[in-house]
């Protein structure tokens, strides 16, 4: 079974700082793939960003990057420079790779409150 | 605008009843992927399609099926429906390009179920 952990339920920061949002994950599969997803307070979702689980590097999307550190099984996602517009919740997903098989398992989601 | 479209955008019915949520995906685009939202449950993933052929399944109950059709909208399907069944329903298409996924996601079916 595959499970996906985001301990972090609500974070609060004031603008410009920087945050990190964590995500574990648990799977049995040797290839998978990772995900990152928005929701802002206004219910639309937003993807973010999918990683192949071959790729480790580091990716950096403006203020938004990703920590893919397979040997902790873990996929986190920073935020520089916050913005009031940056709250929502974020949540992080893995999808199994196993042929026919394949399913997608979210985490429950971090609620990020970014304020003046 | 993500190009993806849902219809309807909110129904509601009785329990026992069946509806059907039609995502119509952005041009060009093979893959359909279904969720569900819920206060009860978080988010879920339900199935994906592409290109007509089921790709993956999620936590999908029998009594809901999906398919995807020759000109690639999809349709959820949702029958003997309970009121546990109420919750917003996510389509999304998706596109591959250099080995990267990019989803693009419509604006949601809210169902709520009396």
């Known amino acids: 079974a595959q499970k996906v952990t985001q301990a972090q339920t609500e974070i609060s920061v004031v603008e410009k700082e920087d945050v990190t949002l964590d995500c574990v994950y648990e799977t049995r599969d040797t290839t998978y793939y990772l995900f990152w997803y928005k929701q802002p307070p206004s219910g639309e979702l937003v993807f973010l960003i999918r990683?192949?689980?071959?790729?480790?590097q580091n990716e950096i999307s403006g203020r938004y990057s990703w920590n893919f550190q397979k040997s902790t099984s873990s996929f986190n996602f920073t935020i520089t420079a916050s913005q009031v517009v940056d709250s929502a919740v974020y949540f992080c997903?893995?999808?199994?790779?196993?042929?026919?098989?394949?399913?997608?398992?979210f985490g429950t989601g971090t609620r990020l409150q970014v304020t003046l | 605008d993500s190009g993806v479209t849902q219809t309807p955008k909110h129904l509601i019915t009785a329990t026992g009843q069946r509806v059907t949520l039609r995502c119509s995906p952005r041009?060009?685009?093979?893959?359909v992927y279904w969720y569900q939202q819920s206060l009860d449950q978080g988010l879920q993933f339900l199935i994906q399609?592409?290109?007509?052929?089921?790709?993956a399944k999620g936590n999908i109950l029998e009594r809901f099926s999906a398919q995807q059709f020759p000109d690639l909208h999809s349709e959820l399907n949702l029958s003997s429906l309970e009121l546990g069944d109420s919750a917003l329903y996510f389509c999304?298409?998706?596109?591959?390009?250099?080995?990267?996924?990019?989803?693009?996601f419509g604006p949601g079916t809210r169902l709520l179920v009396l």
């Open positions: 041009s060009g685009d093979l893959s």
């Open positions: 997903a893995l999808m199994g790779n196993t042929g026919t098989a394949s399913k997608l398992t």
């Open positions: 999304a298409s998706s596109v591959v390009r250099a080995g990267q996924e990019t989803q693009y």
């Open positions: 990683r192949n689980s071959f790729d480790e």
């Open positions: 399609y592409y290109n007509g052929e089921e790709r």
